[in-house]
């Protein structure tokens, strides 16, 4: 019967540590959600830049619209404005927008903007994501400035999005897998 017992508690252990695990690893977080919805949009955008042939980097659908290239640069320009906010500091760039016109040099730019953010969104807690910033005079969340940047950017890559379909290209978010 000792052997049956200790089977019991033995199995009863595993099961125990088993669903301990499995919450841990499906356990949500705001930060990590928040990571996880800024990751999807950035990895849309960078991927549309590299795709949209040079020549359509200049193109607007209409003279008072941005160009596809300025698209690019201004969402570069709001990574680094959105997330040295958060990290409490000045932009280390600005004037991609209006400064670079070369899809190399703003594919370059909206890459290295990612990557500035990256850092951010990566290191962000939920603790840390509760305490406040002051953007445009009003005190804000650092959670909600990364949710501000997300949702800035997904705008964008929606403009993003007409202006390759106006071209002819299929964008990433809509490419086959």
Not at 103 to 117: E, G, I, M, R, T
Request: one cysteine or more.
């Amino acid at each position: 019967d000792w052997e049956i017992e200790s089977m019991k508690l033995y199995l009863g252990t595993l099961t125990i540590l088993c669903a301990g695990a499995l919450a841990a690893q499906t356990a949500a977080s705001v930060s990590a959600d928040t990571k996880g919805l800024y990751d999807g949009v950035k990895n849309n955008v960078v991927k549309a830049a590299e795709k949209m042939p040079e020549e359509n980097y200049g193109f607007k659908p209409v003279e008072t619209v941005r160009s596809f290239g300025q698209l690019v640069g201004h969402v570069a320009d709001a990574n680094y404005m959105f997330c040295s906010a958060v990290k409490g500091e000045k932009a280390p760039v600005s004037g991609i927008e209006k400064g670079k016109s070369a899809k190399a040099d703003l594919v370059q730019a909206l890459k290295d903007s990612v990557a500035y953010c990256d850092a951010v969104y990566t290191g962000m807690t939920d603790a840390a994501g509760s305490q406040t910033v002051n953007f445009f005079r009003r005190d804000r969340t650092k959670i909600s400035m990364l949710n501000f940047n997300t949702s800035h950017t997904n705008e964008h890559y929606g403009n993003i999005v007409t202006y390759m379909r106006l071209k002819g290209l299929v964008p990433p978010s809509s490419a086959p897998r």
